[in-house]
C-alpha cells in the first residue's frame, strides 16, 4: 500500500513539476503569470468582496425599509383599529338610545290609548267601573313626548327617554286599575 501512495505522490508532482530538461527560458515565463494569475485572483477576489459588501448592504437596506414599512402598516392599521373600534361603541350607543326612544313612544301610545278609555267610562257614567277613580284621572294629562335626537347626545338622550317611559307606564297602570270593573 505504501508503493500506491508513493506512485500517487509521484504522479502528483509529475503534474505540476516543471520539467528539468527544459530550458530556463521557459521557467522565467511562469514567473510573469504567476504575477498575472495572482494579479487577477486578487481581482476576482476583491469584485467578489465588493459585490458581498454591495449585497449586504442592499439586504440590510432591504430589511430596513421592510421593517419601517411594517412598523408604518401597523401603526396605520391600529389607527383604524381604534377607530373602527370608537365608531362600534359610537353606534351602540345610538342604538340603545334609539331603543329607549322607541320604547318611551310605545308607553305614550299605551297611555294615551288608556287615557281616551277612562275619559270614554267616564263621560258614560258606566256604573260597572269606579266612578270615583275615573273622576281623579279623568282631569290628568298624557303629556306629549318631546322630540328627542339620538345624533346629539345618545347618552342623555336614553336617559331622558327612560324617564318618561317611566312615568307614561305610572299612568297607564292607573288608568288600567281605574278601568277594572267593579263587579
Not at 458581498?52 to 419601517?68: D, E, F, G, N, P
Not at 408604518?72 to 338610545?97: P, Y
Request: a positive charge; aromatic letters at 6%.
Amino acid at each position: 500500500m505504501a508503493a500506491r501512495h508513493s506512485k500517487k505522490h509521484g504522479r502528483h508532482k509529475a503534474r505540476h513539476a516543471v520539467p528539468s530538461s527544459k530550458p530556463a527560458i521557459i521557467k522565467s515565463m511562469f514567473v510573469p503569470k504567476d504575477r498575472f494569475y495572482t494579479a487577477v485572483m486578487q481581482g476576482v477576489h476583491d469584485s467578489m468582496e465588493r459585490e458581498r459588501k454591495r449585497t449586504r448592504q442592499a439586504m440590510h437596506t432591504a430589511v430596513a425599509a421592510l421593517a419601517i414599512i411594517v412598523l408604518i402598516g401597523s401603526i396605520c392599521f391600529g389607527w383604524m383599529g381604534a377607530r373602527a373600534s370608537l365608531r362600534t361603541h359610537e353606534l351602540v350607543r345610538v342604538s340603545t338610545c334609539q331603543q329607549a326612544v322607541i320604547d318611551m313612544n310605545n308607553s305614550y301610545f299605551k297611555a294615551s290609548q288608556l287615557k281616551t278609555q277612562v275619559d270614554s267610562a267616564f263621560t258614560s257614567m258606566d256604573a260597572n267601573y269606579n266612578l270615583d277613580q275615573l273622576s281623579n284621572l279623568y282631569g290628568e294629562k298624557v303629556d306629549i313626548p318631546s322630540t328627542l335626537q339620538c345624533s346629539n347626545n345618545p347618552s342623555d338622550t336614553a336617559d331622558t327617554a327612560t324617564k318618561a317611559k317611566a312615568v307614561y307606564d305610572k299612568q297607564a297602570t292607573a288608568f288600567q286599575d281605574a278601568l277594572k270593573k267593579t263587579q
